[in-house]
C-alpha cells in the first residue's frame, strides 16, 4: 500500500460573515497517495480551487484538518508552515509564474536556493528536472524566449525539483493548446507516477482523465468519485 | 463508412486478394472497423462490374488477386482528399433519448444525464488510459492512436454538451417550462377503415 501523502478531513471554509457569509467549502474529505494523481472537476464557484489552495497551505480552513506527510497544517506556526510548503509542496498555475529575469535553470534552482542548497547542488538537481521535462537544452534561456508550452514544462520542473512529495496543479494547461497540454499532462502523469502525489484542479474533461480518480465537486461539497480501477474488459459489460 | 472506398483505396498500393483486403483495413483503422470477408468479395465483384478493379490472376492458393484500374486510382484519391458530409448516425440515440424523455411524466432526466456523464468520463478514462501506455514513437500505433483521438475529443464534446444541457434543463425547470407531456389525437391518416 503506498503511503498517505495528503489528507484533507472534514475541511470547511467559510469567507465574510452574516448576510456576506459565503461559504466555499462545506466539509470536504480527500486522501491522495504517492504515486496517485486525483483530478478535481467542478463549474466554476463550486470550491475546487480554494480546496487545492487549503491543501497547499495557503489558505486555513475554518474547521477540518489538512495533513501533508504526518504534518497537520493548521497547528503548525508560519515558519514551520513556510518550511514545509517549500520544500514539500509544488504549484503549477495556468499562468506559469516564472521570473521573467531570471534563465529556465535559475528559475527551477531558486526554490532549492532560498533552502540553503549550495548554488552548483541546486543547479544540478533543476537539470535534472528538466532533463525529465525534455527541455534540458532550453536551461539557459528566458522565459520569454521559449514558448508557452515550454514555460509551462518549466513551471512543473520547479514544482517537483527537490525533494517535493506533493504537486497541485490548478488548470495547468489552461493557456495551452491541445497538443501542447497532452505533452504537458504526459509530462506530470511521468512525474507522479515516480512516487509523488498530485492533485489537479481542470474543467477539462480530457485532462481530467489522466488521473486515477476524478472527484466531481459542487457547492463546496464532494459529489461524485469516478475512479479509474476498471479494465477495459470490465468497461461496458 | 464506404466499403467500396476503403478497398480500392488500399488496391491503389498493390495487388490483394479479398481476405488481405478485410486485414488491411482492419490494420489500417488502429482494428476499429472489421468487414465481413463476403462483403468484401461482393464489393470486389461490383468494382470490376464497374471498371474500376481488374483480375490480376490468382495465387498458389487459388485465392483471385485484385488490382485497381486508372479510373479505380482516381476514384481513390478523389475519396481520399475530400470531407464526408453528415451523416444520419449524427442523430444518435443519446439524443433522441434525451429528446423522449423531457416528453414522458415523471421521467427522471436529471438521473439519465448523470448517469451518462459518469459512463462518458469512464469511457475517456479507459480511453486515456490505453493510449498512455501506447508508445508515441512506435509508426504502427499511428493508426490506432488517430482513432483513439476522435473517440477522446468525441467523449469531451458529448461531456461539455451534457453539461450544458444539464443547465439548460435547470432553468427551464425553473422557469416551470414543460414540454408537452400528454399524447396528441391521433392524426386522421394511414390506411382508412372498412366500413362494410
Known amino acids: ?237 | 463508412m464506404s466499403v467500396r472506398a476503403s478497398i480500392l483505396a488500399v488496391l491503389t498500393m498493390g495487388e490483394c486478394h479479398g481476405y488481405q483486403l478485410r486485414q488491411e483495413i482492419e490494420s489500417r483503422t488502429g482494428g476499429s472497423w472489421q468487414i465481413n470477408v463476403g462483403q468484401i468479395y461482393s464489393t470486389l465483384e461490383r468494382l470490376e462490374r464497374d471498371g474500376l478493379v481488374e483480375s490480376a490472376g490468382s495465387n498458389e492458393q487459388g485465392q483471385t488477386r485484385y488490382r485497381a484500374t486508372a479510373t479505380g486510382s482516381v476514384e481513390a484519391q478523389l475519396w481520399l482528399t475530400s470531407a464526408i458530409e453528415a451523416s444520419p448516425e449524427a442523430r444518435n440515440e443519446l439524443a433522441m433519448k434525451l429528446a423522449l424523455a423531457v416528453t414522458i411524466p415523471d421521467c427522471d432526466v436529471e438521473k439519465l444525464v448523470h448517469a451518462q456523464r459518469v459512463q462518458t468520463m469512464r469511457t475517456l478514462q479507459v480511453l486515456t488510459a490505453t493510449k498512455r501506455d501506447v508508445d508515441q514513437n512506435d509508426p504502427a500505433e499511428l493508426p490506432w492512436l488517430l482513432v483513439a483521438d476522435l473517440n477522446i475529443f468525441n467523449c469531451e464534446a458529448e461531456l461539455r454538451w451534457l453539461e450544458h444541457i444539464e443547465g439548460t434543463l435547470a432553468r427551464s425547470a425553473a422557469r416551470g417550462l414543460n414540454p408537452n407531456q400528454t399524447l396528441s389525437e391521433p392524426a386522421k391518416r394511414g390506411r382508412p377503415t372498412k366500413t362494410n
Open chain 1, 1 to 237: 500500500m503506498s503511503k498517505v501523502l495528503l489528507e484533507l478531513i472534514d475541511v470547511q471554509k467559510t469567507y465574510g460573515t452574516g448576510e456576506n457569509e459565503v461559504q466555499a467549502l462545506r466539509g470536504a474529505s480527500l486522501q491522495v497517495k504517492a504515486g496517485e494523481l486525483v483530478a478535481i472537476m467542478g463549474a466554476s464557484g463550486s470550491g475546487k480551487s480554494t480546496l487545492l489552495t487549503i491543501a497547499g497551505g495557503l489558505e486555513v480552513p475554518t474547521t477540518g484538518d489538512v495533513r501533508v506527510l504526518d504534518s497537520s497544517l493548521p497547528t503548525l506556526k508560519p515558519t514551520q508552515l513556510a518550511t514545509l510548503r517549500r520544500q514539500t509542496i509544488g504549484y503549477v498555475f495556468q499562468d506559469f509564474n516564472l521570473i521573467p529575469s531570471l534563465t529556465v535553470i535559475e528559475n527551477v534552482a531558486l526554490p532549492l536556493e532560498l533552502d540553503g542548497m549550495k548554488v552548483r547542488k541546486a543547479r544540478k538537481a533543476a537539470l535534472d528536472a528538466l532533463v525529465s521535462m525534455e527541455i534540458g537544452e532550453l536551461a539557459n534561456r528566458f522565459p520569454d524566449e521559449i514558448s508557452g508550452g515550454q514555460r509551462q514544462r518549466v513551471a512543473i520542473a520547479r514544482s517537483f525539483v527537490g525533494p517535493r512529495q506533493v504537486l497541485l496543479a490548478d488548470e495547468p494547461t489552461g493557456a495551452l493548446d491541445s497538443k501542447t497540454s497532452e505533452a504537458v499532462i504526459r509530462a506530470l502523469r511521468k512525474r507522479i507516477d515516480a512516487g509523488i502525489a498530485g492533485v489537479l484542479v481542470t474543467h477539462d474533461a480530457k485532462l481530467a482523465a489522466w488521473a486515477d480518480r476524478i472527484l466531481v465537486i459542487r457547492d463546496g461539497q464532494i459529489v461524485e468519485e469516478i475512479s479509474n480501477n476498471i479494465t477495459p474488459e470490465q468497461f461496458g459489460a
